[in-house]
């Protein structure tokens, strides 16, 4: 039986008292999750006992720190189900990965002619890079509208696709309103067109299923920090085929075969896209919160986290003066509202003084607010280890926003 | 730490929140000015005349928490007929009070100095005096009208 309170146990966070002397209640697992006991003491064991830099020492230490570092890259694989292991690279995040391939890998395909698509509820990460590297080819950005209800507007999506398209970037799901994108449709549709599909799964990894093979994409990439990892660590995933044309535009140690003065060669990937000596403990400890995502279960976590958002739902729409913005296609872990006509930071304050955390602005999606006609949100978003007492405790301080600002 | 939430959104705050002295959007004003705060969104513009020296009018116009909100209203309502060097002293004034809690100020000035208490707030109150003020460090306004 799942029991949300052994889970908590685990999670060393939550043992200490937040400022206002109640203990902490975290509802802004989209911005990053809280890190598990197995995590903390899988980063210190390696700092403590496995200590040595990667790829290079001929010496059992290195060995040690290279065969860890690579068993990390396997769980990875496993996990979002990559055919190889090779086709997992390790970077510092989702934002570094998304640059990676705009810089390293569509700077050098596109020309005048083609055009890129982005929607209008991605991350700057995932926008600001393709708008930018459309600037430096000449390329055609085109973002894809959301609908007011927050979904995407995917009559409008087919409309746009055409042979022109090289390259489509779209979340998983938006960090923002929740709203979950048919990914599988989407990635059809586009390569029916020869469109690669770059997807953000940064949202999604400690969610739902990521199957690479199944959704077809064509590259994705994610956080550890929002997966019960470290912060600092990241995957950049790619099609086997397109990681070898992706050129390192990071370049330096541990990344060549040879240099010399007149050129260098590089490595095939993964490691010829990883200059440098890598956050190592933070891989392996990456694929530690992969573990525990496992043995938790995914489908429990979803499960979970999507009951406490029903709940958090209801019991929100019986304030007055609640606008919940959306309601976003599926269930997810995340919901934005607004109140009466109070600032979210005035909320935000209000509710950290309550102990309850939560998010207040644009969420890096300013596209999105200007879609939907808002400046900002109260955004909550629910892991594994909350619970609805948590719910009615942020329904209480709403309570006392609105005492306090009416 | 309730007490300091209630002394933060006081009375004087809220009222004026809701009811801004110099709210109004005026787009042929001589000078507009932008303060924005891209960590929250929070974005003013500030509407400024001169004349002989001194600013004639003042306004504001946008979107912001009820603190930045308050703390321009304040601004354009103080900088109103005021001469440049005295808008220095003003600003100098605020930001003083701001960081040394100085009892003899105006309460709405004790209120709004307590958001530093706040994670994250303190540039709430700060923002659009921070534009005024880089806005006379670099302009002739001096040299052309005093
Ligand atoms: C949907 C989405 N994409 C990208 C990012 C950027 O992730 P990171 O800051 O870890 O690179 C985030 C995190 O805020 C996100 O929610």
């Known amino acids: 039986m799942f029991d949300v309170n052994l889970i908590r146990k685990q999670f060393p966070i939550f043992s200490i008292n937040s400022t206002s002397g109640n203990p902490l209640i975290y509802l802004d697992n989209a911005a990053t999750t809280q890190k598990p006991m197995v995590v903390l003491e899988r980063l210190n064991r390696f700092y403590g006992q496995q200590n040595a830099n990667i790829h290079r020492g001929i ?76 600037k430096q080819t000449g390329a055609n950005f085109r973002v894809v509208p959301v609908k007011q209800d927050g979904s995407l507007d995917l009559d409008q999506l087919k409309n746009m696709l055409n042979t022109k398209t090289k390259l489509l970037a779209i979340t998983h799901i938006s960090n ?20 690669m599909v770059v997807v953000d799964a ?62 260098t060669t590089f490595k095939p990937p993964p490691h010829g896209l990883e200059a440098g000596t890598p956050p190592v403990a933070e891989a392996i400890a990456l694929g530690t919160a992969l573990d525990f995502i496992t043995g938790a279960g995914l489908g429990q976590i979803k499960e979970h986290s999507q009951s406490t958002l029903l709940y958090a739902r209801d019991q929100l729409s019986s304030l ?44 890096c999606t300013q596209p999105l607010m200007h879609a939907l006609g808002i400046h900002s949100t109260v955004r909550i978003s629910f892991s594994i280890y909350n619970n609805s007492d948590e719910v009615d405790h942020l329904v209480e301080a709403l309570g006392t926003v609105k005492k306090i600002m009416s | 730490m309730k007490d300091a939430l209630k002394q933060l959104y006081n009375k004087l705050i809220l009222d004026r929140q809701k009811n801004p002295v110099g709210f109004e959007k005026r787009e042929n004003a001589q000078t507009v000015l932008d303060a ?74 004790k209120a709004l100095a307590l958001a530093k208490k706040f994670p994250g707030r303190k540039k709430c109150t700060t923002l659009s005096w921070e534009a005024v003020s880089n806005f006379i460090g670099t302009t002739h306004l001096r040299e052309n009208g005093e």
């Open chain 1, 59 to 134: 010496y059992q230490l290195a060995y040690e720190a290279t065969t860890e570092y690579e068993l990390a890259r396997k769980k990875v694989a496993n996990f979002i189900n990559a055919k190889d292991a090779d086709e997992v690279v390790f970077c510092g995040g989702t934002t570094e990965a998304l640059n990676m391939i705009a810089q390293g890998w569509a700077r050098e395909k596109l020309d005048t002619e083609d055009e890129v698509l982005v929607t209008a509820m991605e991350h700057h990460a995932n926008y600001v890079p393709w708008q930018t590297v459309c």
């Open chain 1, 176 to 195: 923002t309103l929740g709203t979950i994108n048919p990914l599988q449709e989407i990635v059809e549709l586009a390569h029916k067109y020869q469109a």
């Open chain 1, 202 to 263: 940064a949202q999604s990894i400690a969610f739902d299923q990521v199957d690479v093979q199944q959704l077809d994409c064509d590259f994705l990439a994610f956080s550890g920090h929002k997966a019960f990892g470290p912060m600092g660590i990241g995957v950049l995933y790619g099609k086997t085929e397109h990681l070898s044309t992706l050129h390192p535009f990071q370049q330096g140690g541990s990344m060549i075969l040879q240099v010399t003065e007149r050129q």
């Open chain 1, 320 to 363: 007055q003066g609640i606008q919940i913005i959306g309601p976003a296609t599926g269930t997810s872990n995340i919901l934005s509202f607004l109140l009466d006509d109070v600032h979210p930071h005035d909320i935000a304050t209000i509710l950290g003084e309550a102990g309850v955390a939560v998010r207040a602005g644009h969420h």
């Open chain 2, 36 to 109: 924005y705060n891209p960590v929250c969104g929070d974005q003013f513009k500030l509407y400024l005349d001169f004349a002989g020296g001194r600013i004639t009018n003042a306004t504001y116009h946008g979107y912001g928490c009820a603190l930045s909100k308050a703390s321009t209203s304040l601004l354009v309502e103080g900088l109103a007929g005021k001469s440049v060097s005295d808008c220095e002293e003003f600003i100098e004034y605020y930001f003083r009070t701001l960081d040394n809690d100085d009892e003899q100020a105006p309460e709405i000035y």
